[in-house]
Structure formats: structure tokens, C-alpha cells
């Protein structure tokens, strides 16, 4: 493969994890390209894959917590995690603001990511050199 | 940057045709050049006459109605899939145009996305 | 430009035959996830430059699949490299 300079990327996962490998194939390749040098601007989740960001998962102590291993991976890059707004509140995916906003009882929504509209997804595909889109399994 | 939004899954059973509607409507409202493909079981979007009213649904017909007023430039529909399900011009919405889906119509397009 | 297309749906899904209807002669296909159960489909043609992700082949026991099938496997570091040549880049 040839070598060419530093590229920027954004991730849209719309698979939810559980029920699609969506997050699992996105996470590989999240790493494979930061080890490459490239630069991931944002990932966005989007549909079903806002269930990512639930704080609430709980895997069985023998599976792998897909939520936990995603924010590690944000964190330890710093990369910019965006859940789209009304994919998230529909699924009931809240932060502390939309939890007042809207009097629920509690909020879930797993650090670092953060709730916004499709307007960062729009900028990302106007902005980043590649978009790729990990989908449901069905 | 031109971008093009497939949907190939029947209306009202799943959301992932709403949320591929609502992803095209963002487009535009930011003034990005977007058109829609409707192929496979995804043509039923384009059907006359939807009244999901009793399923507790939004009308997916009437959010399209408005999708030229809102700047999506086309509403393409795969004419094999339109005879697929014995859907003629005159039953689809009236912004819809029937087209042959053939590589060279997604290579029109900077980005093709389909949830 | 060519472009890379991303499969994920196991060859009963109507994406797969829709996106093998989609790959032009200069495209490239990866399989990934269920979509690697292609390689084991008798009546599954692969594009010329068709790729599966290794690790998923491994998952599903389809090694001796892929020699049959015309297909080469790959890593995630090679399916960056390949996205690296193009942005036309169609998940399906």
C-alpha cells in the first residue's frame, strides 16, 4: 500500500451493540487508523447505535462491555464522541440537561460522549477527508 | 459535495427510513446539494395514499411532499423496484422520478449513504 | 475514482446482491462481519478485487472458503490502507 499523508476521519455508527457487531468493527478500525497516524475527527452515533452510549450496560463478567471499551478508546485519543439527539432521546439515551429538560427520572448517557444534532454529522461530512458508516447487521 | 440517501427498507415497519429522511432534511437545511434513492422494499415510501393515522405514525408521504419546498433535489425511485410492486408513475408521489439504478448513477454522488 | 464498498449483510440479505450489483470493474469489495459467509456461497460470484476481513473469517471457520472463493483476506490496518485511496466510500 502506498503511503500517503495523514487523512481525517469520521465514524458513524448506527449499529447498536448486542445486536449488530457495528461497534466492534468500528472500534478496529478507530485504532487501525490512529495507528496508521491518521486523525479521527468525530465519531457519531446514530439509530440504534446510540445504545452505545448507554452508562447502563452491563455485560456479562465473561463478554466484553462494548460502552466501556468505546469511552476508554475516546478518552485515551481524546476523540470527539457525538450521539445524535433524536436518535437518543427517543431510545431513551439522556445527559443531565435533557433529563431536566424533559423531568425524567434519571440520565445515562455514558462520558465522553456528548448529545447534539445532525448538524456536527453534516459538518463532519463537509469537513473530514473520509466518512465511513458501520451499519446494523440486518 | 453532492450527496445521495438510499432507502431500501419498507416504511412504517422500522425507523430506520425516518431517520434516513431526517439525516437528507439536515443536509439541506445546511444547504448541501442531497437527493434520495427509494429502492428495493423502500419504493412503498413513495406510494400515494399512506394513512398510518392508526398505527400511531407520522405520514412518511407527507414529510416527503415537503422534501422539495425544503431543498432535497430529487426523489428518485428504482424503477425495478416500482414493478416489483406493481407501482406505476401515476401511484407515486408527484415529485417522484423513475430511474434505472446502475453503478454509473451512484458514481453522480460525493457520498451514498444508506442506514 | 473507484469506489471501496463496505458489506456487512450475510448473502440471504437483499443488500448483498444490491451491492454486488453496484461494483464496477475498478471498484473494490470488502466483506466484512456476516457478509464473509459469501465466500462460502456456491452461488456467490465475487468481484475480481473482492477482500474479507480477516478476523471475521477466522470467527466464522471460513479459511479454507477463501482460496475457493478468489478473495484475499485482510486486516483492519489494510482496510485503512484502503481507504486511504479513495473517499468514495459506500457502506451497504
Redesign the interface.
Known amino acids: ?2 503511503q ?1 499523508s495523514p ?1 481525517s ?1 469520521t465514524l458513524v455508527i ?1 449499529g447498536a451493540p448486542y445486536s ?3 461497534p466492534q ?1 468500528a472500534l ?2 478507530a ?3 490512529t ?2 497516524g ?1 486523525k479521527l475527527d468525530r465519531v457519531f452515533l ?2 440504534d447505535g446510540v445504545y452505545l452510549a448507554s452508562s447502563l450496560v452491563t455485560a456479562p463478567s465473561d463478554e466484553v462491555n462494548w460502552t466501556e471499551t468505546w469511552c476508554d478508546f475516546l478518552c485515551d485519543t481524546r476523540t470527539p464522541a457525538t450521539v445524535c439527539i ?2 437518543a432521546l ?1 431510545r431513551g439515551i439522556l445527559n443531565e440537561s435533557e433529563k431536566k429538560r424533559y423531568q425524567r427520572t434519571a440520565s445515562n448517557l455514558a462520558d465522553p460522549f456528548e448529545i447534539a ?3 456536527d ?2 459538518e463532519s ?2 469537513t473530514s ?10 | 459535495m453532492n450527496v445521495l440517501i438510499v432507502i431500501d427498507r419498507a416504511p412504517y415497519g422500522d425507523w430506520s427510513g425516518r431517520e434516513s429522511l431526517d439525516m437528507a432534511f439536515s443536509l439541506a437545511a445546511f444547504d448541501k446539494p442531497v437527493a434520495l434513492l427509494f429502492r428495493g422494499a423502500g419504493i412503498n415510501w413513495l406510494r400515494h395514499g399512506q394513512l398510518p393515522e392508526d398505527i400511531g405514525q407520522k405520514s412518511g408521504e407527507r414529510n416527503l411532499a415537503a422534501a422539495p419546498i425544503f431543498g432535497v433535489s430529487d426523489l428518485l425511485a428504482d424503477q425495478q423496484a416500482a414493478s416489483d410492486y406493481r407501482l406505476t408513475l401515476d401511484q407515486l408521489l408527484p415529485a417522484a422520478s423513475l430511474v434505472e439504478v446502475r453503478p454509473e448513477l451512484y458514481r453522480q454522488y460525493d457520498h451514498v449513504i444508506s442506514l | 475514482m473507484y469506489t471501496l464498498h463496505l458489506l456487512n449483510k450475510s448473502p440471504d440479505h437483499p443488500r448483498f446482491e444490491a451491492c454486488l450489483a453496484a461494483v464496477s470493474a475498478d471498484d473494490v469489495l470488502v466483506l466484512t462481519e456476516n457478509a464473509v459467509l459469501g465466500l462460502a456461497c456456491v452461488n456467490e460470484t465475487l468481484p475480481l478485487k473482492s477482500y474479507a476481513l480477516e478476523s471475521d473469517v477466522k470467527a466464522r471457520a471460513l479459511q479454507d472458503a477463501v482460496a475457493a472463493s478468489g478473495a484475499k483476506t485482510i486486516d483492519s490496518a489494510t482496510l485503512v490502507a484502503l481507504t486511504e485511496t479513495t473517499h468514495r466510500i459506500m457502506s451497504w
Open positions: 500500500m502506498t500517503t487523512l476521519y448506527s449488530s457487531q457495528a468493527t478496529a478500525f485504532k487501525a487508523a495507528a496508521a491518521h446514530y439509530g433524536a436518535s427517543r444534532g445532525l448538524g454529522w453534516v461530512v463537509a477527508s473520509r466518512v465511513l458508516y458501520f451499519l446494523p447487521a440486518e
